[in-house]
């Protein structure tokens, strides 16, 4: 049986601003998700006796919990189908590192298993599926470099410069819940309009969490010290990974191969089509 083999992209947030906090607890945000050209990979084969098997098996992570066998048993109950998968993943993607990596696989999930089992469902509803799982699957659902607004999930479709990234992890995971819930945490941005965010571009950009993650985890302040004196830096959703935007892929690389021994890192280039889709449209 022929094997379908889908990437999961990283996200970057280009910009990040808290405007709220809702009575249940969630934050409203206005982003700037942004694709790279790298990512965790997932293959797939069709069984037909319904099973949902994962491999290899991600340490401290129990398949119940892990959002890949979440989002295919959530397609399974939604749609009745009676068929299930083998699913092997190839992780590159740091966990708790604020690149996307487990709703990106999660959404990878939804849209292959769509195609694999020949449901045909619209993006809008496995996009609904997707926000069931996490606020940042349906951004990967939908494909497209994206304004949100809400929790992350109203989504509006842009178009960002393209330019290399360096994206540094500094080797720690970082909580969101203890971001977000972090006393000196800013949630009282004033809201700005997607025309005004696009117009003031990536000079200044800013992320609210920025300075609670630096208070919170020295190795990641100290990670934005080292990749801030190399080019403009900034973390990407609640961290660990931070980034800098450069001009070419040679720069790139001449940052990294500069790298203390005690941070991993990759180049990518940024793109407003994800690398999902594309693959799915070949």
């Known amino acids: 049986m022929v094997d379908l083999a889908l990437p999961a992209p990283a996200k970057l947030n280009r910009m990040l601003h808290i405007t709220g906090r809702r009575t249940d607890g969630y934050h409203e945000l206005q982003t700037l998700f942004q694709f790279l050209d790298h990512g965790d990979e997932l293959r797939l084969r069709r069984r037909d006796d319904g099973a949902i098997r994962l491999s290899p098996p991600l340490d401290g992570v129990a398949d119940d919990t892990n959002l890949i066998v979440r989002a295919a048993r959530l397609l399974q109950a939604e749609t009745g189908c009676p068929l299930g998968a083998d699913i092997h993943l190839t992780k590159r993607l740091p966990m708790g590192g604020g690149l996307g990596g487990g709703s990106s696989d999660a959404a990878t999930t939804l849209l292959g298993l769509d195609r694999l089992w020949q449901l045909g469902l619209p993006l809008e509803r496995l996009a609904a599926l997707g926000l069931s799982l996490g606020a940042d699957v349906p951004v990967f659902v939908h494909g497209r470099a994206a304004w949100a607004e809400g929790i992350g999930e109203r989504l509006t479709a842009v178009e960002l410069d393209t330019p290399w990234f360096v994206v540094v992890h500094p080797g720690v995971s970082v909580a969101t819940a203890a971001v ?34 630096r208070s919170l985890y020295p190795r990641v302040a100290a990670a934005l010290d080292w990749l801030g004196a190399r080019a403009p830096a900034m973390l990407t959703g609640t961290g660990a990974c931070v980034f800098a935007r450069v001009d070419t892929q040679d720069e790139a690389r001449r940052i990294v191969a500069d790298l203390p021994g005690d941070y991993t890192a990759f180049t990518a280039r940024g793109l407003n089509l994800s690398p999902l889709h594309a693959a799915l449209n070949r």
Not at 181 to 210: K, S, V, Y
Request: hydrophobic letters at 35%.
């Open 180 to 213: 977000f819930g972090a006393a000196q945490l800013t949630r009282d941005t004033p809201p700005i309009t997607m025309a005004r965010a696009l117009q003031g571009g990536a000079p200044g950009w800013r992320n609210d969490c920025e300075p609670t993650v």
